[in-house]
């Protein structure tokens, strides 16, 4: 795979080179012809911003804007039109006002309703974001003109240098050597690193012995690092998606999808494992089943697993066409030059599967071996000498928990405890065997990898949604979805707008002739946005970069020469802003903008010789009072109008979270309670909730492990607490907000809360895939007919999924805005019902605990593995509800 330098150094080279193409070209045609160098500029900026990592992403970006000319551009016309004819035939300040607020608003109204057609295809024509296109005739119309003829050319001018923008690092990306990395070797290579990443995993989990801090933090360091290559596997699989190709890395259309389930189960199996080690067993238990010939076959059979994933890796990097890293070795175990083929994969699979069912089918009869008994007996003996003279049977003294009696310091607590340990010991071994599982798996996919692409006409209308944009208007129900979605983001738009155009005609008198309101107008296009903490975070970053490149423009200037001459700056500029764009953000695109936005204005107000000094910063200040003033009024609009605030947007993810948590819980009571009252299993479809579970975990995934990240969700929560806008009151119905600050709002304890709320969603979907194949034979050793069992679970188990849904009702109006504000403490219903909820599970494992001590004390049993899975779906439900407790209570 390549590396990150050689990544950010082809698209920087992109950007570079279709900004160098522009500007040279449009400064050729600017001193010829009529052409003007702010065409050349909007060109240069189109061309730094379409350039991406992928492939697909920039095929993405540069067919976004090309599509959304066709179709927006025809809009924008139509309006402008229309205010041309309700001003009596000619130009009235008022109505060109009030015609690009409707217009703005009407085009994000259609934009959404398209959007809803398209789904699930990302909406290309006419997108959102690309709402300036259908205001550029009438941002013509401001500029001065007023003869119809030259606001034709005037937006055909600018249109046809967006065009030229989008077209040129189009045609660059797909040159070789320089052009971007394309799906047919994204996909497979970011495949190939989630696999080493849970090899890694694997051997971590194969070596560790005792939690310590070596130990854990090796684990968090392999955890960290999966979760980042599962990120870069869902940018590369999203972006193949917007290639011209239609990528499909095994035979069968559908095993991508699987390869990516797979995974993913191997990586919760995993952390199942490594969470459950993290909490440390006792000396007996690691004498018993962690050393000797069981602790060996359980390390085979992770290394076996790791194997398998490294040729799996290995194979699909060959795909990718990475070359071998380079390994020294001893002679005689190869030099290792050659990638894993697929015999070697099938050989791996086969391994890897033959190693953990001897792993399972040890753990499986040990308990009816002598051998291991005499095993007990010593363990128990070098851990407690003061038994040595007692007659009972070391293996009761095990099941009852004599190990942690001067621990617990009661028979029964010692006894619990020798349960919770049971319990976490299934679990870790079911998460070897799961791991194992998916790991054979995803080396037999790996052996029948491919490069199967499929080619499609890039501007079909199912592709880019000009069909979809079309039809909207014939489609009542798109218009309503659109509202919906689309219509408080339309109205802060088209009152940032409106707001800056009053402003404008007001000011206009006392501002040379040459001024105009373009740049304060396009600003806010630019930096309204759908949520209130990406509209501030987006908004102090375009400050900065304005500065900072008006301050280098009048450098540039004050070295001297022509705007031939300052191509090699320019192309330095676009370089290096794009090369460190994940670093600078925002600030680096409207820095490189303001600057070309400088140079050429002001060639176009003089010659193509730009050595006024003093018009210079004059022009240097008046673009930063521009986009000062957009700025603002972006993010004033954006916080106090129509508010659409980030929190809500999280606090209704946590909330259905919370949800599915419930249902999945309460279904899983209901089958305990069928194993302990020994009755049939229920025939329950745990597909759909597996599925719903998986969504909303991927919903909770933020940057990886709950931080906040660039430009995602959690961030703008983030900005909006920490700017004291998360919490307020509606006004006017709802179209105005009020915000309050203080460390009690919503938007600080949601924030808290991810971390919890994630946790508590990975327990949940491990509880329902140790449930959903089904239980074997003795899965009711821990259970049956034990009555505090039974009345923990309560009549057909719906006891405990009762008071889920209880303190459900309790916590709704946490998640809704209007009354988020009036709960910061723990109200003493919701208190008490929390409290029931833990003497629930004290009782369940009370009585689980017992039952496993009169039934013979051990989960696993020769040739039936249903007690150890039973036990640790027992583990996860008491996890997944603690979790769920702790939760409600951060909130």
């Not at 499909?248 to 999808?257: K, N, V």
């Not at 017992?850 to 249903?866: D, E, N, P």
Request: hydrophobic share 45%.
């Amino acid at each position: 795979m390549a590396t990150a330098f050689g990544v950010r150094s082809r698209v920087a080279f992109q950007a570079a080179g279709a900004v160098l193409i522009s500007w040279v070209c449009g400064t050729l045609l600017a001193s010829s012809t009529s052409v003007k160098y702010l065409e050349v500029a909007l060109a240069c900026v189109i061309g730094f911003a379409t350039p991406m990592n992928h492939l697909g992403d920039t095929c993405r970006n540069g067919f976004t804007w090309i599509t959304s000319a066709f179709v927006l551009a025809p809009l924008g016309f139509g309006c402008c039109y229309l205010c041309f004819l309700l001003g009596g035939l000619r130009w009235n300040h008022w109505i060109v006002a009030i015609g690009l607020s409707c217009t703005a608003f009407l085009a994000i109204l259609w934009a959404f309703a398209a959007q809803q057609l398209s789904a699930p295809r990302a909406q290309l024509a006419g997108n959102s974001a690309t709402v300036v296109i259908a205001l550029i005739p009438l941002l013509v119309v401001n500029t001065g003109v007023t003869q119809q003829k030259q606001v034709l050319l005037g937006a055909a001018g600018l249109l046809i240098a967006l065009f030229v923008g989008a077209v040129i690092p189009l045609v660059l990306s797909h040159l070789p050597y320089i052009g971007a990395l394309s799906a047919r070797r994204q996909v497979p290579a970011c495949a190939a690193a989630k696999l080493t990443a849970l090899a890694d995993l694997c051997e971590a989990t194969a070596i560790y012995q005792l939690p310590t801090p070596a130990a854990l933090q090796r684990h968090r360091e392999c955890r960290l690092r999966l979760l980042a290559a599962t990120v870069d596997l869902q940018a590369a699989v999203q972006s193949a998606s917007m290639e011209l190709t239609e990528p499909d890395l095994f035979p069968e259309a559908s095993m991508l999808g699987d390869f990516k389930s797979k995974s993913e189960d191997c990586r919760r199996s995993l952390q199942m494992k490594s969470t459950m080690l993290a909490a440390g067993f006792s000396q007996v238990t690691w004498d018993l089943f962690f050393k000797g010939a069981q602790g060996e076959l359980l390390r085979s059979a992770a290394v076996s697993a790791a194997h398998a994933l490294r040729s799996s890796a290995s194979r699909l990097r060959h795909l990718a066409g990475d070359e071998v890293p380079e390994v020294p070795s001893a002679s005689w175990l190869g030099s290792g030059s050659s990638h894993a083929s697929a015999k070697d994969c099938q050989e791996a699979a086969q391994r890897c599967r033959s190693a953990w069912e001897n792993f399972w089918e040890a753990q499986l009869t040990a308990a009816s071996q002598p051998q291991w008994r005499e095993r007990v007996e010593e363990s128990m003996l070098r851990s407690m000498p003061e038994f040595e003279k007692l007659p009972g049977v070391p293996l009761d003294l095990f099941l009852s928990g004599a190990h942690y009696f001067k621990t617990e310091g009661s028979p029964e607590g010692a006894q619990v405890a020798a349960f919770d340990e049971a319990c976490r010991h299934c679990a870790s071994l079911l998460g070897v065997r799961g791991a194992c599982e998916a790991a054979a798996s995803l080396a037999e996919m790996a052996q029948h990898a491919q490069q199967d692409w499929r080619w499609r006409l890039p501007f079909a209308g199912s592709f880019t949604g000009c069909r979809h944009w079309l039809r909207v208007p014939f489609k009542p129900q798109a218009w309503k979805t659109g509202w919906n979605k689309g219509a408080k983001f339309g109205g802060r738009m088209a009152i940032a707008i409106l707001i800056a155009e009053i402003i404008y005609v007001n000011v206009k008198p006392h501002l040379p002739e040459d001024e105009d309101g373009l740049w304060t107008l396009i600003t806010v296009t630019m930096a309204v946005t759908p949520v209130a903490g990406n509209s501030i975070f987006r908004g102090l970053l375009r400050l900065f970069g304005t500065f900072l490149g008006a301050l280098l423009a009048v450098g540039t200037v004050a070295l001297g020469g022509s705007a031939y001459t300052q191509a090699p700056s320019v192309f330095i500029m676009a370089f290096f802003n794009k090369y460190f764009e994940q670093e600078l953000q925002f600030a680096g695109m409207v820095n490189f903008t303001t600057y070309v936005i400088v140079l050429n204005t002001l060639a176009d107000r003089n010659d193509p010789e730009i050595s006024d000094q003093q018009e210079v910063l004059r022009l240097a200040t008046r673009r930063m009072l521009d986009v000062m003033i957009g700025v603002c009024l972006a993010m004033f609009a954006n916080v106090f109008f129509f508010p659409e605030r980030a929190v809500d947007e999280l606090r209704a993810r946590e909330l259905l979270s919370f949800q599915r948590t419930a249902e999945a819980i309460r279904t899983s009571s209901v089958v305990l309670a069928g194993l302990a009252a020994r009755a049939p299993e229920p025939e329950d479809s745990w597909d759909d909730l597996r599925a719903d579970l998986f969504a909303s975990a991927e919903a909770m995934n933020f940057a990886g492990d709950g931080r906040p990240g660039v430009m995602d969700l959690l961030s703008d929560a983030y900005f909006e607490s920490q700017w004291r806008v998360a919490g307020g009151a509606r006004v006017l119905g709802g179209a105005l907000w009020v915000p309050c600050g203080g460390k009690s709002l919503p938007g600080h304890r949601c924030l808290e809360a991810v971390i919890g709320i994630s946790r508590m969603l990975r327990i949940t979907y491990m509880m329902v895939s140790l449930c959903e194949p089904g239980f074997e034979q003795g899965a009711e050793r821990p259970l049956a007919n034990d009555p505090m069992v039974l009345q923990a679970l309560g009549y057909q188990g719906a006891a405990i999924g009762d008071e889920l849904d209880r303190v459900l009702n309790l916590m709704k109006p946490r998640f809704e805005a209007s009354g988020c504000e009036q709960h910061k403490g723990t109200p003493g219903e919701l208190n008490e019902t929390l409290e029931r909820l833990e003497e629930r599970l004290e009782l369940l494992f009370r009585g689980a605990a017992a039952s496993r001590a009169r039934s013979g004390g051990l989960t696993l049993t020769a040739g039936h593995c249903g007690g150890a899975r039973s036990a640790a779906v027992i583990k996860m439900l008491h996890g997944a509800v603690e979790a769920f407790i702790q939760a409600c209570r951060q909130l």
